[in-house]
């Protein structure tokens, strides 16, 4: 029922800044988390961001914190992913992913169930 679909994944060059957009249809989201992932090849599925569609706690992991901003768009359905000073080794395939709240507490990395099909993101030297 829930359906995310990214967008704007496309070869860049290090350096430059990337805006990644995951649109999501079926299902109002105000109890939902919203999360970014992306995984390079040949290494796991790295958690990148996440937060409650209607909260205001954004998390981020240490990796990427004060590099990647998550932001949305509550009209649009949209959330996006803007990625600045980009570098080679951010080279991979990016989702969006989302999953339900069922209590006060969530954990912002794992449980996700809703996935899109992925955007890929190459950075070139």
């Known amino acids: 029922q829930v359906q995310l679909a990214e967008s704007g994944g496309r070869l860049v060059q290090a350096g430059d800044s990337l805006t990644l957009s995951c649109a999501a249809s079926?299902?109002?989201?105000?109890?939902?988390?919203l999360g970014w992932f992306r995984q390079a090849p040949g290494k796991e599925r790295e958690f990148l961001a996440a937060?409650?569609?209607?909260?205001?706690?954004?998390y981020y992991a240490e990796d990427v914190k004060g590099r990647f901003t998550v932001s949305r768009d509550n009209a649009k359905n949209t959330v996006y992913l803007q990625m600045n000073k980009l570098k080679p080794e951010d080279t991979a395939v990016y989702y969006c992913a989302a999953k339900p709240m069922y209590g006060p507490t969530w954990s912002p990395a794992d449980g996700y169930v809703y996935w899109g099909q992925g955007a890929r993101v190459t950075v070139s030297s």
């Open positions: 937060f409650t569609w209607t909260g205001n706690s954004t």
């Open positions: 079926g299902r109002a989201f105000s109890n939902f988390a």
